[in-house]
């Protein structure tokens, strides 16, 4: 049996990075899901790529397509510290039409079968494929040495999730032996765990293969008509039929928190309901997922910037913040904020509420605003005492309105408003700043 160490070596990364994330709404309208902020300083793709890093995986490929400018601009920024000499690299993949003219990437296997001249360049003994638009914290190399004990050329991890939101994911059910015995991708009636009717054991997109076998598959499902070249959809349930997946249970990889060990943390944050909610965890007293534990973590692109500022407006008033994350080279001017989020670089100025909110990059709330569970894209500039998330027909109307009550607000919207509204802005162009910095 190899040790840790040794599986680690032996293993390729392959992050699948492409996907749009078309349930973020407006959020991705400029930048694939991946690279969506999260968490008061990351961007989604960092916990992949830190639990890379964390488990001892140095050579890793990032596949990219959807508008990965933003994308491939941090991971430049903040992954180039890996050194090439000693067999560790970020490989940069984007869709560039490789096998052939008429396609890019059109599934996630084919993403892989695409590259796969690349990954065979560097031998690896095992690939192991993950999605890189979850919020988890794993050791990898626990999941490459669980591979191994079961024997099968494949390995799928999987965790219990709710049978009312299982359906946007692959479900399987297991032996005792945790060999898959069925796998269907997104069914509109997900199986339940025997014994626990309201969940269902899924997929968490992550795969692990026997390298030379995983050439194999990719091969014979690129001339296989009618395949949607997709893991999930193709790939996993055929191998299933055949009895080569084992299933590997997250709770014997996952990284827990110091303060809860019986939390096992896993986050699909797809939709902005969900996304919101994950980032309120972070503002929370106890939070699920512990981004504060040195020993596993969270590596991104750090944007140097001076800290926090928490000064009083001009009639004395001071800063309140109860339950909130503050992130490097914002201002907060006289202001009150609770159970928020803000990240590096914003301005508060005087007399705003803030409350259950997300505050992306570089964005301005003038004075006298008030928020309430409100997500800003990054540089957004709000108008002087504009109100939001206390009036859903009128938030509904103006900006984009969740399910669940989350209000989100991005630029192009603000400036239709002010086609359509604009008294809303009377004065604005006289005391808005001058321009938003290009990181």
């Known amino acids: 049996m190899e040790n840790a160490r040794d599986a680690a070596k032996q293993t390729m990364a392959l992050v699948l990075a492409g996907g749009r994330g078309s ?44 508008k990965s400018h933003s994308l491939l601009r941090h991971l430049q920024s903040g992954w180039s510290f890996l050194r090439n000499q000693f067999n560790e690299f970020i490989d940069l993949l984007p869709a560039q ?25 560097h031998h690896p003994k095992y690939v ?3 999605c890189g638009d979850h919020i988890y914290k794993m050791d990898y190399a626990a999941l490459v040495l669980d591979h191994i004990r079961m024997g099968s050329p494949v390995t799928v991890a999987c965790i219990p999730v709710e049978r009312s939101k299982a359906s ?29 009717p309201n969940m269902s054991l899924a997929s968490m997109g992550i795969y692990v293969f026997d390298a030379d076998f995983l050439y194999q598959v ?32 997250f709770s014997k990889s996952c990284i827990r928190n110091r303060g809860n060990k019986s939390i096992v943390y896993w986050r699909d944050v797809g939709t902005i309901d969900a996304y919101w909610e994950a980032n309120m ?14 020993n596993w973590p969270i590596w991104t692109a750090t944007v140097q910037q001076p800290p ?69 894209d990054r540089g957004v500039e709000l108008p002087r005492g504009l109100i939001i ?26 400036e239709n408003l002010r086609k359509t509204e604009p008294a809303i802005f009377e004065d604005f162009d006289n005391y808005r700043a001058p321009f938003i910095p290009s990181y």
């Open 23 to 66: 349930r973020l709404k407006m959020l991705t309208d400029n930048r694939a899901k991946p690279a969506v902020y999260f968490g008061g300083k990351y961007r989604i793709i960092d916990f992949a790529l830190s639990n890379c890093v964390n488990s001892g995986i140095n050579r890793i490929g990032v596949v990219t397509q959807y």
């Open 97 to 121: 039409q490789r096998v052939d003219e008429e396609h890019w990437y059109q599934g996630t296997a084919d993403a892989v079968y695409q590259n796969i001249d690349i990954i065979k360049d």
């Open 128 to 130: 192991l494929v993950l």
């Open 168 to 196: 946007a994911l692959g479900v399987m059910k297991i032996n005792e032996d945790n060999l898959i015995t069925e796998f269907v991708e997104k069914p509109k009636d997900p199986a339940a765990m025997p014994g626990n």
């Open 218 to 249: 990719l091969d014979k499902d690129a001339v296989t008509e009618g395949s949607h070249r997709d893991f999930g959809m193709d790939i996993i349930p055929a191998l299933v039929r055949e009895k080569l997946v084992h299933a590997h249970d």
């Open 281 to 294: 965890d972070i503002a929370s007293v106890q939070p699920q997922l512990d981004v504060y534990d040195n």
């Open 308 to 376: 926090a500022k928490y000064v009083q407006d001009i009639n004395g008033t001071s800063s309140i913040v109860r339950n909130s994350v503050c992130s490097a080279g914002c201002i907060i001017s006289g202001s009150s904020i609770n159970q928020s989020l803000l990240f590096n670089c914003v301005r508060l100025h005087s007399n705003c509420f803030i409350s259950e909110s997300v505050i992306l990059p570089f964005c301005i709330i003038h004075r006298g605003c008030r928020l309430t569970k409100v997500i800003l």
């Open 389 to 414: 998330g206390e009036n859903a027909e009128v938030d509904a109307r103006r900006f984009y309105r969740s399910e669940g009550g989350v209000t989100l607000v991005t630029r192009q919207m603000l």
